[in-house]
């Protein structure tokens, strides 16, 4: 059993620290009055997202992430 438990951890353990990153930040602008901050997630429903993505909470910091899609949004063909 201690055999299978560290051949389990030998593989599967390396992939959880490689894969390991912080989530994205991204300036988010307000509908209401423009007034923009900087999250990793949406403030709320009035709120559209602006630039990104940045690697530090202050939205300086450009990251090289790949953009999701955003979600609600439909073109029509």
Known sequence: ??????CFLLTFAPCA???AEPAPWY?????????????????GSGWRQGDGPFRDPHCIKRS???KAPQTGTSESL
């Open 17 to 19: 620290w490689v894969n």
């Open 27 to 43: 300036r988010w602008i307000s509908t209401l009055d423009g007034k923009q901050v900087c999250a990793q997630a949406s403030p």
């Open 1 to 6: 059993m201690k055999r299978l438990t560290l």
């Open 64 to 66: 090289f992430v790949a």
